[in-house]
């Protein structure tokens, strides 16, 4: 009792994070399990997380890395995207998505947002299509699941891969299917505030064995067989290496948690449910443009990201100072376009910022996320919105 009072007056007067994780004592004992297992690197906890994943998503095959980063990295690489080629992305997007592009020599091409998901307008990819283009990265934005079924009729008719980033959609669905198992290969992300958080960690799923092997060669130095391979001693075989790789696998320790999120999805999902209707039914009736979820059956949004939009008359930026300096409220912003960052201004200075992805830049400029994770609590959401009103006045 006294100790849901002191958390509650902390709650109170502390600064907040940004969507905190919901860690319970079960997470606890799997990492201090790991810890005292003494296999703390890459090893049986990771290939039952990469197992488990591989079911919960209904594909064949998942390589666990370091972050989505490297899943979408590695995926480009196994694919073979290389200098000279183009890869088609959002604009309204992580900077990953466009800097692994980068990172392996390609040209990002960024398509305009379609307004009611904010995912990439399907009907704009075809006329960015050219000689060059090898790739398309859609990015299920906020959980929203992406039109997948006209992305791979245009992929396969330009003779195109599709690499999911799937870092906001780990519950998401199109028609019944998991986001992530339409394109070739899809990229999860379980970073801090993701809705599996394991502190930075990520996923690449596909049906494609070939492809996640390369993948999991790749994150792996190149070598030909991975470390727990290598020092299982039932299998003590000398290795070669076979290709120039990186370093991106996941470890042990890591996996232990992500396997207890991965069996909690449904509860903390069911608590961000809670927190989306609160905030829908208690923003009503301010002049905010509220997050908008998939019309047909079939669909799921994974409520990843709550993201309104101010109106365009309120300056965005003072607003997020101001909800930390004055008030302790850690806004999130989802995301500025792509194009207007300083680096890609340079890089690819073909964009004007308000005229070339007119719909993302408008976006860019107005959206903020609110707290929407298993790590929420009441009081958090209560403070979230007290703050946005007083702002609003
Ligand atoms: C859309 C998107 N793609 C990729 C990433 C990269 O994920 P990670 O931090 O796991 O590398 C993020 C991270 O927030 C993201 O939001």
Known sequence: MYSIL???IQLSIQNLPFSPPSFTKEEEEAVLDCVKSKWVGTGPKTIDFEKKF????????????SSCTSALFLSLKALGIQEGDEVITTAMTFCSSVNVIMHCGAKPILCDIDLYSKNIDVNQIEKLITSKTKAI??????????????????????????????????ESKLNHQHCGTFGDIGCFSFYATKNIAIGEGGMA?????????KVRM????????????????????????????????????????????????????????????????????????????PKDKGSVHALHLYTIGLPPSI???????????????????????????????????????????????DWG?????????????ETHCERVLDTIKKLLN
């Open 137 to 170: 990265i859609p990015v299920h934005y906020a959980g929203f699941p992406c039109q997948m079924n006209k992305i791979m009729e245009v992929a396969s008719e330009y003779d195109l891969y599709v690499v999911e980033d799937c870092a906001h959609a780990i």
């Open 315 to 361: 300056d965005r930026d003072q607003f997020v100072w101001q909800a930390s300096h004055e008030y302790g409220i850690t806004l999130g912003i989802h995301y500025k376009s792509i194009n207007t960052f300083s680096i890609y201004k340079k890089i690819l200075p073909n964009y004007e910022p308000k005229t070339s992805l007119p719909v993302s830049f």
């Open 54 to 65: 591989a079911s919960y998503k209904e594909v064949k095959y998942a390589a666990a890395l």
């Open 205 to 213: 799923i596909s049906n494609h064995e070939s492809l996640v092997s």
């Open 218 to 293: 790749l994150g792996l130095h190149g070598l030909s067989r991975d470390a727990w391979k290598r020092f299982e001693s039932s299998n003590r075989k000398s290795y070669d290496v076979i290709d120039i790789g990186y370093k991106m696998n996941l470890t042990d320790i890591q996996s232990a948690i992500g396997i207890v999120q991965l069996k909690r999805l449904g509860e903390m999902r069911k608590r961000r449910k809670e927190i989306w209707d609160f905030y829908n039914e208690n923003l009503q009736k301010y002049n905010l443009e509220l997050p908008n979820l």
């Open 365 to 377: 400029n107005r959206t903020i996320s609110l707290s929407c994770s298993g790590g929420t609590s």
């Open 6 to 8: 002191y958390e509650r």
